[in-house]
T-cell receptor, first 114, second 114 residues
Framework: AQKVTQAQTEISVVEKEDVTLDCVYE???????LFWYKQPPSGELVFLIR??????QNEISGRYSWNFQKSTSSFNFTITASQVVDSAVYFC???????????FGTGTRLQVFP | GAVVSQHPSWVICKSGTSVKIECRSL??????MFWYRQFPKQSLMLMAT?????????EQGVEKDKFLINHASLTLSTLTVTSAHPEDSSFYIC??????????FGSGTRLTVV
């Protein structure tokens, strides 16, 4: 069965600090997809990234970067030079190729203070 | 890009009444749609998976007679909360998926049962 663990419930940082959100997953499938979503107070889910299990290249998009390590089943997300607008709940999610179900982690609430 | 329209965005209903939530894929045909429920400060929990023209598959613990899902076309799925009670108050969000766009989420429906 698939499972996603986000051990950090809440993180508070001051603006301009770097912050890393952890994500550990479990799956028996060899083909799967990992995602990160941002959920601001409005409730909408904002897609950030999708990574398939065969692509372990790290990715950088502006201030965002992702570190995918199959050896430790982790897909961590780093925000560099955080800003107040980054305050939100961030979810890591996993889907297995044979089910299509997208299962979410418990989320990490990030608060960035000015 | 892919857009999923979800209506209503919020609804207040009396205990014992039924509420219908619509989820439409506007510019693509969704092979599969998913329904999630999110209680305050919690994660998104998958309720059911629906495919056009067939019965929905419910996750363990979700009452199929209470949460009726109809997926009559490739662009529309509905969730009806029957005989709603205050404990059904939650944020409901749908997701549509297809090969090209992956998962696209609606903006969610905040249900309050009084």
């Amino acid at each position: 069965a698939q499972k996603v663990t986000q051990a950090q419930t809440e993180i508070s940082v001051v603006e301009k600090e770097d912050v890393t959100l952890d994500c550990v997953y479990e799956t028996r499938d060899t083909t799967y997809y990992l995602f990160w979503y941002k959920q601001p107070p409005s409730g909408e889910l904002v897609f950030l990234i999708r990574r398939n299990s065969f692509d372990e290249q790290n990715e950088i998009s502006g201030r965002y970067s992702w570190n995918f390590q199959k050896s430790t089943s982790s897909f961590n997300f780093t925000i560099t030079a955080s800003q107040v607008v980054d305050s939100a709940v961030y979810f890591c999610a996993l889907s297995e190729a044979n089910t299509d179900k997208l299962i979410f982690g418990t989320g990490t609430r990030l608060q960035v203070f000015p | 890009g892919a857009v999923v329209s979800q209506h209503p965005s919020w609804v207040i209903c009396k205990s014992g009444t039924s509420v219908k939530i619509e989820c439409r894929s506007l510019d693509f045909q969704a092979t599969t749609m998913f329904w999630y429920r999110q209680f305050p400060k919690q994660s998104l929990m998958l309720m059911a998976t629906s495919n056009e023209g067939s019965k929905a598959t419910y996750e363990q613990g979700v009452e199929k007679d209470k949460f009726l899902i109809n997926h009559a076309s490739l662009t529309l799925s509905t969730l009806t909360v029957t005989s709603a009670h205050p404990e059904d108050s939650s944020f409901y969000i749908c997701s549509a998926t297809d090969f090209l766009y992956g998962y696209t989420f609606g903006s969610g429906t905040r249900l309050t049962v009084v």
